[in-house]
């Protein structure tokens, strides 16, 4: 267990929907990252967040957006949901906000009909 | 922004072979490079990293080499065994920013 908790583990849901999706980093980091996995690809980084503020953005869709709360968890907004949306979404916590050590969450697969 | 690729995208091995990951990065500012095994429907979890100030990095049997100038990072896996079968994946950070390879998925047969 890496102390990241995602929820929910799996969403099913239709096209043109909205979903949002949370992290939970852990204790005591202050970085939370976003990436994307579509079936048997790569990890795709979205977003980072460091202590409440945006600090680097990557391949994140118009349609997406996140944010970091007070208390360091994070969630993740997917909105006007395509079919190409269906992936895996992991996040991950680190320390700092600098290069460190990324621990990944279970992830939430996202499948949209 | 950085651009990492990765090779092979797949590789077999027998048991006890060794296995040979190959990365490269576009961005010469990247000074952090960990790689990350990810099996069959589980998170990636971190097996070895280095920075850049380090050109090799070892922790029994996964090594990593750094060659800074010519902008390429190896995973080296000896005496593989079954249970290192998965998908391994480098990555490059540059400052906040950290960019995956593609993935490469390891077989080691018995």
């Known amino acids: 267990d890496s102390g990241v908790t995602q929820t929910p583990k799996h969403l099913i849901t239709a096209t043109g929907q909205r979903v949002t999706l949370r992290c939970s980093p852990r204790?005591?980091?202050?970085?939370v990252y976003w990436y994307q996995q579509s079936l048997d690809q790569g990890l795709q980084f979205l977003i980072q967040y460091y202590n409440g503020e945006e600090r680097a953005k990557g391949n994140i869709l118009e349609r997406f957006s996140a944010q970091q709360f007070p208390d360091l968890h994070s969630e993740l907004n997917l909105s006007s949901l395509e079919l190409g949306d269906s992936a895996l979404y992991f996040c991950?916590?680190?320390?700092?906000?600098?290069?460190?050590?990324?621990?990944f969450g279970a992830g939430t697969r996202l499948s949209v009909l | 922004g950085e651009n990492v690729e990765q090779h092979p995208s797949t590789l077999s091995v027998q048991e006890g072979d060794s296995a040979v990951i190959k990365c490269t990065y576009s961005?010469?500012?990247?000074?952090?490079f960990p790689w990350y095994k990810q099996e069959l429907g589980k998170r990636p979890q971190l097996i070895i990293d280095?920075?850049?100030?380090?050109g090799e990095k070892k922790d029994q049997r996964i090594a990593v080499t750094l060659n800074k100038t010519a902008k390429h990072f190896s995973l080296h896996i000896t005496e593989t065994q079954p249970e290192d079968s998965a998908v391994y994946f480098c990555?490059?950070?540059?400052?906040?920013?950290?960019?995956f390879g593609a993935g490469t998925r390891l077989t080691v047969k018995p």
């Open positions: 961005d010469s500012a990247s000074n952090y």
């Open positions: 204790s005591g980091d202050l970085s």
């Open positions: 991950a916590s680190s320390a700092r906000g600098g290069p460190n050590i990324q621990y």
């Open positions: 990555a490059a950070v540059e400052n906040n920013d950290m960019r």
């Open positions: 280095i920075r850049s100030n380090v």
